[in-house]
């Protein structure tokens, strides 16, 4: 048990901070679309740094745990990813707003209308991500708590208790 718990306590730390440097981009992208002065279009260049951040910093998280933190924090990557690929629709459809501008008024307001549902897009995929992170953030605290010295059980003993006592072991 001591081992054990020796273990996990140097494990802790790098957790530590692999866990909050994903929750930290993960948050900054959020941060980026929510709570600005509106959102403002992005660029090819901030898109792939952001998924290059986030996926890095997914990255080694993964090659920390434990598995119920990485199923989490493949969730929030997935979330973070899909925010990324609609700002960078919403920028396309930004640019053919501004091509159809010379065209008719239906093909402009087109245009501007499904510009303006892509936006809407981005800000419900930011919101969605949030939740991910809450939960992520959540999981993640709980295995930092923990000092590896908790005597785990197998499910047979809590069954034991309740069998009848003809078919209790006796030792």
Known sequence: MTIKAEHIKSLRQPRHD??????QSAVDLRERVLFNQGYEDSTLEEEDRL???ITSRWADLVLLGPKAVNM???ILHDAALDV???MGASRHLGFVLLNTSHESDEAEDAAQTAYGESINAVEKLADELALAINAFAAVASTFLEGDGTEQRRSPF????RHLPPAILVRD
């Open 18 to 23: 692999a866990y909050k440097l994903f929750i």
């Open 51 to 53: 998924r290059v951040e």
């Open 84 to 86: 990324i690929r609609q």
């Open 72 to 74: 989490l924090g493949s």
């Open 157 to 160: 003993w809590k069954r034991r």
